[in-house]
Structure formats: structure tokens, C-alpha cells
């Protein structure tokens, strides 16, 4: 394992530290509870908390900023973050018009946040509403869930319900906005190596040459199965086979469309792999109203990329193009 | 070679044509001359035109944009744009205060980019001056150039010169900034991996587990040295102790720090370099006032990270803390 550390042990804590030291302005490391929270907080909107495992970077403490969440919590990588660390950072975040939890649709991030929010209603009268991201259409129940994952939509609902926040709806309208963009986004995604765990120090699978784990979770968890690599074109063809008809995104709707690489694809794959969706997209008569192209929910160090597409009214198209201020989201 | 490509010799044309169709509302592309351009030209400021290989994504195209370039070139892979490529460049972006090409330091690039400027001045009349960045203290001469290579501190170039051009400032000002900011900027860079040019299909070099080529460049060319991988402390400490003499950076100068990926790192070790580079600059009294960690000048999937740091004094703060709008910058 070639990993730029100085020990798996410690990871987490020195890449939180690296966040703060390069962000000073912006945002604030609380180490006890391993939470990355805005260094300004406004008590007077809905406070955004959502986090996970670590492993996702730059998901989730990257999208803390103005527009986007108010916290994240990290958990050691992929594994979640502790009640305690969430009903710290409800704690940490407390507004005038309660908090909402984004949570990845995982049983141990479902667990700790849903018992964090029972906490913090029973011991401080905080009301901490939850939503659960489930748009990996790859398969429905998985080794770490019950239904299906949550994957890189999760940043367009970070999107979504940050800038409805910011703009001061009530916590009951803001967790409407963000079920309304989980009803509508979808991904699927594929790998071509897979990571490495930084503790476990070897790769959780191993693909041969011209091998894919098709449908491949952002855990290195399997797929829906492995398949032989094809070119940029079929691959975009074979994502969208299984994205479309599953909202259904059908001709005339349009979308935001999301091409995320998992962490160690060159951005010229990405760009490229944009390309081949956006071609195949226009056949199908499906517009692209927002586009984002890049590392926005990674798989530590794997090689592959997901493609996500959000469905879009007019609200959720102008609350995409709010602005956000968070240092690994662009616009 | 595992990438998401439909073919080598399409690479280039289909990642641009990407770009444009994830950014149609800020990019043109070009096809014609592989020239990406922002949509909407101000004929009253200084335009500035850089480019070279391709390879390097987010350099150069993703820093077209509001604050920074006005246009960027893209060559193959790792190979320098035509000088008719670069001359038509010039002519689609004519200013009525001139154009600055900034170049980074490699022999086909300074022989194009100098013949294309000639041209435009003798047959269109436009005056287009140039700088070289040459930030990498690695080597002094290297395969591909006379003096040192220009590297990551090319984007902190870019940046501090398109602030000055959007400003208004005539092109013998923007220039100065540029000259000045070339003069103060400083990169080492190490990789863990070799790049895969996908023409060739197989890695440039190969290391074993426990060795990094230390004093890379960015076309997986030489370094100083093989070395034994060390821990993150102790890498920051040795790209730094070869960057801070050579300015020398001193105790109480104030830099921007930026810590740049060469494409398949993941932004958790990213982050955690930046967090080992800041402890160590803090014992040498040396002050960050701008802080940058991501992908700025990649080598396509090669696995390491440079460190950059510029001198600033109040003008390039200033001009560094301005805003800009590129796809492939984040401020």
C-alpha cells in the first residue's frame, strides 16, 4: 500500500486538521468529536448536518460551507460516525428552526443518526428531522443496507436543501425540498481498480485487465455484477440503460447531471465520460439544465466514476443554481 | 491500460468537447484548433492565453474563466499545441490592450507559443507578450527543457495575472504581475505511481512498492532521485526543505500554499500533505495566507503531489483573493 499518511490510526484526524489549517476562515475542526462545522453559524436558519464514513472526500465535510450543509460528521473511513458524534454536532449546530439530518441510506449511519436525533429531542428540545438519500439504482438490498445505497445524489441534496435553508424556510419546507430531490435522483456507478482501506492495507477486490465491477458501491462493496470493459460511449449507454427507466427520466425532462469520480480518475475520464452521457442523453431527448463534473463523492482511491441525473422543476433548478461557498463544491 | 476512453487518438477532441457541453452557459470550444475560450470576450482587457499538452486537466482549459485566462490551448498528451493553434488562439481573443501567453518552461511550448506571438504581430499587428514559469526546483535542465520545468505554480501565475488583467491594467502591468509572480513561486513534486499515456498504454516508469521518484515531473519524466516512500511528515519536510532555500522563503514571509495532485491521489491524502506541510512551516515561521488542495496540474493517473509555494507581498495577496469563475479553480 503507497498511501501519502503516517498511519492509518491517525488518518482521519490529520486530513480534518489539513481541512481547517487550509480553511481557517471557514470552518472549524472539533477533534473530540471528529465534526467539521461553518465557522459562522446563523441560528436563524434550519441548521444542514450530514457525514458518514470518512473515505468520501471531499463528501462530507467539503460541502460545509454557505448554501450547503452547516456540519459534517466523519466516522473512521467507511465506517459510520458514533451517536455520540452526531448528537455533539445537533448540539454543536442548535438553531432557532430545528436541524435536519442528511443521511446515506447505510443501517449503521441510519442507526447513529436516527438514536442522535432521539437524544437530542429528549435531552435539549432539539427537533432534528432525517431524510435518507437511497439513489444507487444498482441494487435494492446490499451487504450494508436495507434498500438501496446512498451514493453521489447525496451532494445534489446537500445542494438542494442548503440553499433552501439559506434562503430561511421553515425546517418542515426545507425537509420537504430535500425529499422532493431524493425522489428524483438517481446513480449508478462502476469500477475499474478497487480502493484500498488504508487500515487494511491491501485491495478489497481485485479485476483483471479488462475487467469492470459493474454497479460497484462506494464501499468496494460488490456490484451488481463484473463485466468486461467496454468504451466511454457503451459504458455511458449501459449507465443510463439502468438510470432512466427507473425514475423514469423520460424525453422532454430536464436534469441535472452529475459525473463523479471516485477518486483516482484522471478528470480528462471524466470530462470524456460527461461527453458520451450528454451524447446519449440528447438522443433520448432529455436536456441537461446543470452539469458538475469531478471528485465529489469518492471511493478513497478507486479508479471509476458513477453517473447521477436529478430530475428538475423550477425549484430545484434555481435552488441548484443558489450560490454555495464550500470548499470541494463548484458550481 | 484501464481508462474511460472510446480511443486514444479521440481523447483530446471528446474531453474538450465535454468540457463545452458541461460548461455551454462560459466555454466555447474550438474545435478546429483545439481552443477552449470563455463565451463572452472583453475587448478592453489584457487577454491571456496559456495551454500546452493535454494531461494536466484541470490545466489549462478548466482555468478559462472570469479573473483568470481567456483562452487555453490544448496539444495532444504531453505534447506542445501548434504554432497554429496557439496564432489562432491569439486572433480569436484579440484585445485592444494586447495579449499575455503564459507558457510554461518546455522547449516545444517556448518554440511554439514564441513563433505563434511572432506571427500575429507581423501579420495581424497584435502585440502578444510572453513570460515562462519555471517553478520546479527539482532540476535544473531536464529532458525537456533549457532552465527548470514549469509546473503547478503555472495556476498561481494564471491567477494573479487574471486579476490583474480584469482589473483593467495594460498589458506592460499585467506582464510585471506575472514576471513578478514567476519570480516568487517555487514547486517539488514526488510520484508514487507512474502516469499512463494512453497512446503508449503502459506505465512511463515503474517503482516498487516502497519507492517514490522524488523531484518528478509532470510527463512522468526524471526526477532527482528513487527513494524510499516515507511518512507524510517526513515527505513535506523534504519537498519543503528543498523549496524554502531556493527563494529563499524565510521566517515571517507570508505564501500561498498550494498542494496539487497529479490525478489519482486521493483528496484525503491531499489534505493530510497540507496538514504536514503547514506544522512544518509553522516551526520555520513561515506564514500561509492563501491555502489550495486538489487537482490543479495533474499527470493524467500518475499517484503523488507537488507542494507550491509563492512569496506574497500585498499586491499578489490582493490579486490571489480575487474572484474568479473557472470550472477547474477553486479560490
Given amino acids: 500500500m503507497k498511501k501519502i499518511i503516517n498511519a492509518p490510526e491517525t488518518l482521519v484526524m490529520e486530513m480534518c486538521e489539513g481541512m481547517q489549517r487550509a480553511h481557517p476562515d471557514k470552518l472549524v475542526f472539533i477533534a473530540k468529536s471528529k465534526i467539521i462545522r461553518r ?18 472526500e471531499p463528501a462530507h465535510a467539503g460541502f460545509v460551507g454557505e448554501g450547503m450543509l452547516d456540519a459534517a460528521v466523519c466516522g473512521d473511513v467507511f465506517a459510520s460516525p458514533s451517536t455520540i458524534q ?35 429531542e429528549e435531552d435539549d428540545g432539539i427537533v432534528a428531522e432525517r431524510v435518507y438519500v437511497n439513489d444507487d439504482v444498482a441494487v435494492k438490498d446490499s451487504l450494508y443496507t436495507v434498500g438501496r445505497r446512498g451514493v453521489a445524489g447525496t ?17 418542515a419546507e426545507v425537509k420537504a425540498v430535500a425529499e422532493k430531490a431524493i425522489a428524483n435522483v438517481r446513480s449508478m456507478g462502476f469500477a475499474l481498480t478497487s480502493c484500498t482501506v488504508p487500515a487494511k492495507g491491501t485491495p478489497t477486490f481485485v479485476l483483471s485487465e479488462d475487467e469492470m465491477e459493474f454497479g460497484v458501491g462506494i464501499h468496494g462493496e460488490p456490484g451488481t455484477r463484473r463485466e468486461e470493459t467496454v468504451t466511454a460511449d457503451e459504458l455511458a449507454e449501459k449507465l443510463l440503460d439502468c438510470i432512466c427507466p427507473d425514475l423514469p427520466f423520460t424525453a422532454g425532462c430536464e436534469t441535472a447531471v452529475l459525473v463523479n469520480g471516485f477518486g483516482s480518475t484522471p478528470l480528462q475520464e471524466l470530462y470524456l465520460l460527461f461527453n458520451s452521457a450528454a451524447k446519449s442523453l440528447e438522443k433520448r431527448g432529455i436536456k441537461i439544465a446543470k452539469s458538475y463534473v469531478g471528485n465529489y463523492m469518492t471511493s478513497i482511491d478507486m479508479a471509476g466514476a458513477s453517473i447521477t441525473l436529478m430530475k428538475l422543476d423550477e425549484e430545484l433548478k434555481e435552488l441548484l443554481s443558489a450560490p454555495a461557498d464550500a470548499c470541494g463544491f463548484k458550481c
Fill in 86 to 120: 452526531v448528537y455533539n454536532a445537533i448540539r454543536e449546530t442548535k438553531s432557532n428552526k430545528g436541524t435536519l439530518l442528511i443521511i446515506k441510506n447505510y443501517s449503521g449511519d441510519c442507526m447513529n443518526f436516527d438514536a442522535a436525533a432521539e437524544m437530542a
Fill in 155 to 171: 451532494v445534489l441534496v446537500h445542494k438542494a436543501a442548503g440553499a433552501a435553508a439559506e434562503k430561511g424556510l421553515s425546517l
Fill in 39 to 56: 465557522k459562522t453559524l446563523n441560528a436563524d436558519k434550519v441548521s444542514l448536518i450530514s457525514g458518514g464514513g470518512s473515505g468520501h
